[in-house]
């Protein structure tokens, strides 16, 4: 008997028997041939178009290949022996993103917002008098956060485009006689406007006002991209958060608390169990933990940390910043568009605000920007959304990803009826990159 008609006669009678057994649920649909038929649609967001997603929101940001294999770790036990270096090594290696040798760093499962709860529930005690500048949502957030926590905020409001006021902070620490005041926070970039603040300004504004009110910085979206001095500037707790700069996915906060701040724990009584310090210093020095870490993360941010010492440290990369963010810019401008934010001294490096003309509903360009050419940008947040949209260009980002977001960006605006011409805007960024770049590290031999 040929091969074949045995494999049909052991197989099909096995074959029918399976068939029988499922159920009318389980057995696929029959195709129709009617040609009227409708045709059934694929649920919303179930296809997933060839190349790649193009990311350009001011965080969560790209991560780089070599940081997501770091973090692609089997389960480990953090009781192990091993985990103690580890873990100290992880907590000295975030000093080099604060710039800071005599701040204390802390690692929290969390996000930039538990960070912001740790910085003040530490420091302060119900009814404390605190100032913060009020120029955006995140700003106001973190403001919102005080007030149910029981402070006592005074609230300077700048225009949204706008950063934070050194001489309206040095004349209300004057009127301060009686040293009432115990914190000055400021948001460092606001990533609602693309406005960053002068933190060494507000430093020398407070020293000029003698005051002694610690200083509490958000850095969610400033520190690992933008300059910053925590030592120089005498801040007293700054936070970010992994999703920004970082480049690694949301999941952890960071904290650096200054010996003032502290040494001001000793006498804080907001209440706090999770963003406790003291179960942070019982612990960390040993290089164990309070509760279960971030493993993953941990290994993710060596890697990150590793990569901004391999280009040249913190100084490097906040250059890299700048220049992506200039050419940005110059496609702004050679859009015949406007910056939300006017004042250069405030210009954001992690991330551009676009105004739209009067009539072009923003959110139409993110929504073409997305729904035709795979590109995610940032919308406009509470009272400027539908007015403006943002382009994140924070973290892992190069001139050639970030010309890709231009090019997309040029197509969803005139997709969405802004009389633009193509590569206006693109052709400008890439002048300034191709005029301001230079040979990547390590590659020089190339060209000799």
Same mark, same amino acid.
């Given at each position: 008997?040929?091969?074949?008609?045995?494999?049909?006669?052991?197989?099909?009678?096995?074959?029918?028997?399976?068939?029988?057994?499922?159920?009318?649920?389980?057995?696929?649909?029959?195709?129709?041939?009617?040609?009227?038929?409708?045709?059934?649609?694929?649920?919303?967001?179930?296809?997933?178009?060839?190349?790649?997603?193009?990311?350009?929101?001011?965080?969560?940001?790209?991560?780089?290949?070599?940081?997501?294999?770091?973090?692609?770790?089997?389960?480990?036990?953090?009781?192990?022996?091993?985990?103690?270096?580890?873990?100290?090594?992880?907590?000295?290696?975030?000093?080099?993103?604060?710039?800071? =040798?005599?701040?204390?760093?802390?690692?929290?499962?969390?996000?930039?917002?538990?960070?912001?709860?740790?910085?003040?529930?530490?420091?302060?005690?119900?009814?404390?008098?605190?100032?913060?500048?009020?120029?955006?949502?995140?700003?106001?957030?973190?403001?919102?956060?005080?007030?149910?926590?029981?402070?006592?905020?005074?609230?300077?409001?700048?225009?949204?485009?706008?950063?934070?006021?050194?001489?309206?902070?040095?004349?209300?620490?004057?009127?301060?006689?009686?040293?009432?005041?115990?914190?000055?926070?400021?948001?460092?970039?606001?990533?609602?406007?693309?406005?960053?603040?002068?933190?060494?300004?507000?430093?020398?504004?407070?020293?000029?006002?003698?005051?002694?009110?610690?200083?509490?910085?958000?850095?969610?979206?400033?520190?690992?991209?933008?300059?910053?001095?925590?030592?120089?500037?005498?801040?007293?707790?700054?936070?970010?958060?992994?999703?920004?700069?970082? *480049?690694?996915?949301?999941?952890?906060?960071?904290?650096?608390? *200054?010996?003032?701040?502290?040494?001001?724990? =000793?006498?804080?009584?907001?209440?706090?169990?999770?963003?406790?310090?003291?179960?942070?210093?019982?612990?960390?020095?040993?290089?164990?933990?309070?509760?279960?870490?971030?493993? &993953?993360?941990?290994?993710?941010?060596?890697?990150?940390?590793?990569?901004?010492?391999?280009?040249?440290?913190?100084?490097?990369?906040?250059?890299?910043?700048?220049?992506?963010?200039?050419?940005?810019?110059?496609?702004?401008?050679?859009?015949?568009?406007?910056?939300?934010? =006017?004042?250069?001294?405030?210009?954001?490096?992690?991330?551009?605000?676009?105004?739209?003309?009067?009539?072009?509903?923003?959110?139409?360009?993110?929504?073409?920007?997305?729904?035709?050419?795979?590109?995610?940008?940032?919308?406009?947040?509470? &009272?400027?959304?539908?007015?403006?949209?943002?382009?994140?260009?924070?973290?892992?980002?190069?001139?050639?990803?970030?010309?890709?977001?231009?090019?997309?960006?040029?197509?969803?605006?005139?997709?969405?009826?802004?009389?633009?011409?193509?590569?206006?805007?693109?052709?400008?960024?890439?002048?300034?990159?191709?005029?301001?770049?230079?040979?990547?590290?390590?590659?020089?031999?190339?060209?000799?």
């Amino acid at each position: 008997m040929a091969l074949r008609e045995v494999s049909q006669k052991r197989v099909l009678p096995l074959l029918a028997q399976f068939t029988r057994g499922l159920s009318a649920s389980a057995m696929p649909e029959q195709v129709s041939l009617d040609a009227n038929a409708p045709i059934s649609q694929p649920a919303p967001f179930s296809y997933v178009p060839p190349g790649r997603n193009h990311l350009f929101v001011p965080g969560p940001v790209n991560i780089h290949e070599r940081v997501l294999r770091a973090m692609h770790v089997p389960g480990q036990n953090h009781r192990d022996p091993w985990f103690a270096e580890f873990y100290k090594e992880c907590l000295e290696d975030t000093k080099h993103m604060y710039g800071t =040798k005599a701040a204390t760093p802390f690692i929290f499962p969390g996000t930039g917002t538990g960070g912001w709860e740790a910085a003040l529930c530490n420091t302060l005690s119900p009814g404390d008098k605190v100032i913060c500048f009020r120029y955006g949502l995140f700003s106001h957030l973190w403001i919102d956060m005080m007030q149910r926590l029981g402070l006592d905020v005074t609230v300077v409001d700048r225009p949204w485009g706008e950063g934070a006021d050194e001489g309206a902070l040095e004349e209300l620490l004057r009127k301060d006689t009686g040293k009432k005041i115990k914190a000055v926070c400021v948001v460092h970039n606001e990533t609602t406007t693309g406005v960053t603040s002068d933190i060494a300004g507000c430093r020398k504004a407070m020293d000029a006002a003698g005051h002694p009110a610690l200083l509490l910085v958000d850095g969610v979206s400033s520190i690992g991209a933008l300059e910053f001095k925590m030592d120089d500037w005498r801040v007293d707790v700054a936070v970010t958060g992994s999703q920004k700069a970082m *480049s690694l996915p949301t999941g952890l906060a960071f904290v650096a608390a *200054s010996p003032k701040a502290l040494e001001a724990m =000793k006498s804080a009584k907001l209440k706090r169990v999770y963003y406790d310090f003291a179960d942070m210093l019982r612990t960390n020095p040993s290089g164990n933990v309070p509760y279960t870490p971030c493993l &993953s993360l941990l290994y993710g941010l060596r890697e990150s940390i590793k990569m901004w010492k391999e280009e040249g440290g913190m100084e490097a990369v906040a250059a890299r910043h700048h220049r992506l963010a200039e050419g940005v810019r110059q496609a702004v401008d050679g859009w015949g568009l406007k910056l939300l934010c =006017k004042n250069p001294r405030w210009r954001s490096d992690s991330l551009t605000v676009v105004e739209v003309p009067e009539g072009v509903d923003s959110n139409k360009i993110v929504k073409n920007a997305y729904a035709k050419y795979d590109l995610s940008l940032g919308i406009g947040l509470a &009272s400027i959304n539908g007015k403006v949209f943002r382009i994140g260009h924070l973290g892992n980002m190069n001139e050639l990803m970030l010309a890709g977001a231009l090019v997309g960006a040029e197509m969803a605006m005139i997709d969405s009826g802004i009389s633009i011409k193509p590569g206006s805007g693109v052709a400008r960024a890439t002048e300034y990159w191709h005029k301001t770049g230079s040979v990547i590290k390590t590659r020089e031999s190339l060209l000799k």
